[in-house]
Every structure is written in structure tokens, then in C-alpha cells.
């Protein structure tokens, strides 16, 4: 599946979202590793089946295998780490946040691309999960390591519109659902 054939299971009334999708491969802030990768992870992110055949089927046509692995294992750590730290920034008792996370997170060290772009990807991961803590921390890095504030703009773009999509797909296939099961108990 590709991105315009997910375009075209957006319903009309969510066209700016399919205006955003199609505007997603002539973002040009990033490089095709970090744009491509973004589209990777952040679909994973979402959770939806659709979003994320597609993003995958996209991604792969410009991604190297390594490139692929290490955008899939930051939306794998970043799926624990959103977790982790978001209850320490919100559950409002620094302690927490002074204790040792105790997880193991070896593939932020060593991702098997450049940390630049495993950051950009862990960034846009933590937009679609939430996590104010982590998205200080990988922004700032990012910043850190010179990445102007458009490139790191867009890959949240992407995430948004990626999470919009996810979300808007799944209302529609929630709704057709409740009409079967509406008609069935009738």
C-alpha cells in the first residue's frame, strides 16, 4: 500500500489531512533517510494497521535495511520510554525522577545510523505518544547537534498528519461497525 492509496481511504471530510499526506514526500528540510524514517516511525507509533502497511510500503522504497531497523527501534524504546517518563514528569514528585530508570535502553546509544536522524525519528515518536519529557530532551538535542528548528518542525508535521490519518480511520471503521451492529440487532 502506498500513501496515496491511503490518501484515498480518507474520507472527504478529512481532506486537509490527505492534502497533508500528499505534501509529506516534497518536504525537502530533511533527507530522504530522515523523511523517510520519520514516515517509518511515526507510523508504527500510531497503532493502526492501515497507517502503518502503508507507511512501511512507503518507507521501504527509500530506506536501507539498517535505516528501517533503527527508525522501527525508536518507536520501540520511545513506546517505554514515553511511558516511563511522562509518569515521572507528571505524577508531580520529583523522587521519581531522581530514582534510576532501571530500563534497559542500549539502542539510543548505538542506534546503527547516524544519532541525528535516530534522534529526529525518537522526537517525532514522542509528539505522537505525548511525552513532554521526551520531547524536551530529544529536541534539544537535536538543536545541540545543529538541527534547525524547520527540519525538526517538519518531522512533527509528519507525525501529526500521520496521527490524525490513524485517528480519523479509525473512527470511520469504529462507526461502520457500530451501523452492523446496529442493523444486526434490529
Known sequence: MSLDVLKEQVPDYARDLKINL???????????????GTVLACGLATGNPTVIRAASDAAMQHL???????AKAANAIMGMNNIYY??????????????????RMNVIGNPGVDKVD????SLAVSAVEGCGRCIEAHEQTLVQ???GREAIQDAVRIAAILKGIAVTLAAEAALAGSDTLQASAA
Open 86 to 103: 511522562r509518569f515521572t514528569h507528571l505524577v508531580g514528585n520529583e523522587h521519581y525522577a531522581a530514582m534510576p530508570a532501571r530500563l
Open 145 to 147: 547537534h545543529g538541527i
Open 22 to 36: 500528499s505534501n509529506i514526500p516534497a518536504i525537502s528540510s530533511l533527507s530522504a533517510q530522515q523523511l523517510w
Open 118 to 121: 535516530f534522534e529526529l525519528w
Open 64 to 70: 536501507s535495511m539498517e535505516a528501517a531497523n533503527a
